[in-house]
């Protein structure tokens, strides 16, 4: 038995099937945005979990065919979006080695939002030491390395990126509950220095500005120290504007702390280019 539509169902099925191959662009946004709801519903139904935003803005000024610098603002909270996170600025520069491998350097400078400490006595209940939360800068400078393929409409990159942090000492003021009287507590400087591996896939969508991509970054410090997972999207609003939005989730680590919870983060990025 042979079934057979009519020309005009046939045209409409066909025109159906195109509309959903070219994706016009309106329709990634929604995706996204519906997924990242799904992913925040998950987030609030877990104690051990932790909501933040993240907001940057960077402006890239290309030099010639090789060189090109770039200068970038963020912002994130944490304590799902209630508290200030970490303020900090960057500047780097990226060279063109070869068509698919380019490598870039950078510093930034981050004043964090310390959170606050609580030490108990021996028995686990009675307090000892209070720590308040405080602000302090940190130095960090980076070298990285990034190479990538294409595969049919699939873009896949790695990026190897080596980074220094260090924390110059200061003073923590803390409450002792033995004396209750307030003192000054002198934290030595200390240096970290870290291996992130980042693997990345994007999406060329045929005839549209919005490419979603997808990634995971390792971290590593003489041993594996934290894993990163994103999904976002960039959109392309003219020639030289493009903002991002993305979800990212840093599950608890083996060796975290007592207390440390899961991050989910909510992401907003503005970008120019000239």
């Not at 987030?43 to 803005?57: E, K, M, P, R, T």
């Not at 960057?90 to 491998?101: N, P, Q, T």
């Not at 308040?132 to 790695?158: E, K, Q, Y």
């Not at 240096?191 to 693997?199: A, E, I, P, Y």
Request: charged share 30%; with cysteine; proline share 2%.
């Amino acid at each position: 038995m042979i079934c057979r539509l009519s020309t005009k169902r046939s045209q409409q099925i066909m025109n159906s099937m195109l509309h959903f191959q070219n994706m016009k662009s309106w329709h990634g946004p929604r995706i996204i945005l519906t997924l990242l709801m799904l992913c925040l519903s998950m987030v609030f139904y877990a104690q051990d979990n932790d909501f933040g935003l993240w907001y940057s803005v960077g402006v890239e000024k290309k030099i010639d065919k090789r060189w090109s610098v770039d200068v970038e603002g963020e912002f994130r909270t944490r304590n799902h979006a209630r508290t200030a996170d970490r303020w900090s600025v960057g500047v780097s520069a990226d060279y063109k080695i070869k068509k698919r491998l380019k490598g870039s350097a950078g510093y930034d400078f981050l004043w964090d939002n310390d959170e606050e400490k609580i030490t108990l006595e021996d028995d686990g209940m009675t307090y000892k030491k209070w720590t308040p939360s405080c602000w302090g800068g940190r130095h960090r400078v980076h070298a990285d390395l990034t190479g990538n393929v294409d595969w049919s409409r699939l873009n896949i990159s790695l990026r190897e990126r080596w980074q220094y942090t260090y924390r110059p000492e200061k003073i923590a003021t803390r409450f002792d509950f033995s004396d209750e009287t307030w003192e000054d507590n002198a934290v030595r400087g200390k240096g970290d220095h870290v291996l992130r591996s980042r693997l990345q896939v994007e999406y060329d969508i045929p005839a549209s500005k919005f490419e979603p991509y997808a990634s995971v970054e390792l971290f590593h410090s003489w041993s594996l120290e934290q894993v990163r997972y994103i999904f976002g999207a960039n959109w392309k609003l003219a020639k030289q504007h493009q903002v991002g939005l993305y979800y990212r989730q840093q599950p608890i680590n083996k060796d975290a702390e007592e207390g440390e919870k899961s991050q989910h983060v909510i992401g907003l990025s503005y970008q120019f280019k000239f």
